[in-house]
């Protein structure tokens, strides 16, 4: 099995721009979709990105991401950060090899 | 609207059971994938157990295999997780998702199954 890592917590002041990254431990990035998921305090998941890049409706367009295969890592960026934007973030990708769905450790985002 | 709502959990001792349950709806159910995943309390999100639409394949993670059993019925939009042998670790909220695209992007609220003596 494969590993996501992301980084434990980032933060940034509200109206900037904070990206944060997953990276893929072995094989490519670009074998399988990531799928980007926010988590508030308190409450369940909800999707923010899924196949690498696409938003489901509803979902801010101040929300994006991408993935490198020259880092092997994918990237969500969020811009023009709000308060309501404090979450944990977590990156999720699906593993052909032994078809088991893997989680990246989450990223806290501090709007502050 | 598409939604998701389990109900289920509850405290049982170490080495019980219990079953939880996802009732769907506001999509054909019995055209998508179904998942659980739960979260220990202060952790972070783990798959538990994946069906397939017409329930022919299954998957669990290596930490509940044996022990899960994941099930639907698509005439009642309805997938189950029983879990026996439970232990202290299998403390957590449980969250069923509907599987799209190596994802998922419907989430339930989650039940709270703690196991505790």
């Not at chain 1, 023009?80 to 404090?86: A, F, Q």
Request: glycine share 10%; proline share 3%; charged share 15%.
């Amino acid at each position: 099995n494969f590993m996501l890592t992301q980084p434990h917590s980032v933060s940034q002041s509200p109206g900037k721009t904070v990206t944060i990254s997953c990276t893929r431990s072995s094989g490519s990035i670009a074998s399988n979709f990531v799928q980007w998921y926010q988590q508030r305090p308190g409450s369940a998941p909800t999707t923010m990105i899924y196949e690498d890049n696409q938003r489901p409706s509803g979902v801010p367009d101040r929300f994006s991401a991408s993935i490198d295969s020259s880092s092997n890592s994918a990237s969500l960026t969020i811009s023009g950060l709000k308060t309501e934007d404090e979450a944990d973030y977590y990156c999720q990708c699906y593993d052909s090899n032994n078809q088991a769905f893997i989680f990246g450790g989450g990223t806290k985002l501090t709007v502050l | 609207q598409v939604q998701l709502v389990e109900s289920g959990g509850g405290v049982v001792q170490p080495g019980g059971s219990l079953r939880l349950s996802c009732v769907a709806s506001g999509f054909t159910f019995s055209d998508f994938g179904m998942q659980w995943v739960r979260q220990a309390p202060g952790k972070g999100l783990e798959w538990v157990a994946y069906i397939r639409d017409d329930g022919s394949n299954k998957k669990y993670a290596d930490s509940v295999k044996g022990r899960f059993t994941i099930s639907r019925d698509n005439s009642k939009s309805t997938v189950y997780l029983q879990l026996n042998s439970l232990r202290a670790d299998d403390t957590a909220i449980y969250y069923c998702a509907k599987v799209f695209s190596g994802g998922m992007d419907v989430w339930g609220q989650g039940t709270t199954v703690t196991v505790s003596s």
